[in-house]
């Protein structure tokens, strides 16, 4: 679909320059001048600036949702620290017994 008609750009030109900018820096802020200077273009009249952010803002939640974890997956860190306590638990530590006390 043409989005910007003063320099014939398209919707999927559009999509995947934000999704190269976001590859290189997930958590950058993509903005229309980003994307028309990768275009190597420069908004003429503006009236599609407004179809471009909701481009921009579908693209980024559609990429942000496809990256996401599943919550069974995420490692609280709560959960981690204990995990690594019982894993320490066995372990002797100073190269003493438990039952050795200097004192």
Do not use: F
Request: hydrophobic share 40%; glycine share 2%.
């Amino acid at each position: 679909m043409l989005v910007c008609q003063c320099n014939m750009i398209t919707s999927k030109e559009i999509e995947d320059i934000v999704l190269d900018l976001l590859t290189a820096d997930p958590w950058q802020l993509v903005v229309p001048a980003k994307v028309y200077a990768e275009l190597n273009r420069r908004a003429k009249c503006s009236g599609c600036v407004p179809n471009v952010v909701d481009i921009i803002v579908r693209v980024t939640e559609k990429y942000h949702a496809q990256q996401a974890h599943q919550p069974a997956e995420l490692v609280t860190l709560q959960s981690g620290l204990e995990k690594l306590k019982k894993q320490r638990n066995g372990v002797r530590r100073e190269r003493r017994s438990t039952s050795h006390r200097a004192a």
